[in-house]
Nanobody, 125 residues
Framework: QGQPVESWGGLVQAGGSLRPSCAAP????????IGWFRRPTGEAPEWVAW???????SAADCVKGRFTISRDNAKNTVYLTVDNLEPEDTGMYYC???????????????????WGRGTQVTVTS
């Protein structure tokens, strides 16, 4: 298996929380940066957060304070804890792995090589 695999999206009411996960092959998890993107229905994908193998992370301004990215090295898994969800957070959530590259911001889809199939997050009002 060469791609990350997302799981644990779901249906939740506004104000609720979810913790989608991204399991990656060990060789990918240990050397690549892992990022999360989301794509609201009918809209373009947008970057949400990334975390590297050293544990350094970054999140988009629109989700700071509500979304937290973390990693579990024993499970080769990256988590996206999403709190205080809003209906506008509804969409397909994807994780992706990108190689270290000088000058890459890792806020663009083009900075990533391996993509999962996504997990759906739906927030009702």
């Amino acid at each position: 298996q060469g791609q990350p695999v997302e799981s644990w999206g779901g249906l939740v009411q506004a104000g609720g929380s979810l913790r989608p996960s991204c399991a990656a092959p060990r060789w990918l998890y240990e050397t690549y940066l892992i990022g999360w993107f989301r794509r609201p229905t009918g809209e373009a994908p947008e970057w949400v957060a990334w975390i590297n193998d050293a544990g350094t992370s970054s999140a988009a301004d629109c989700v700071k304070g509500r979304f937290t990215i973390s990693r579990d090295n024993a499970k080769n898994t990256v988590y996206l804890t999403v709190d205080n969800l809003e209906p506008e957070d509804t969409g397909m959530y994807y994780c992706a792995a990108g190689p270290r590259s000088y000058g890459a911001s890792y806020e663009r889809a083009a900075d990533y090589l391996y993509w999962g199939r996504g997990t759906q997050v739906t927030v009702t009002s």
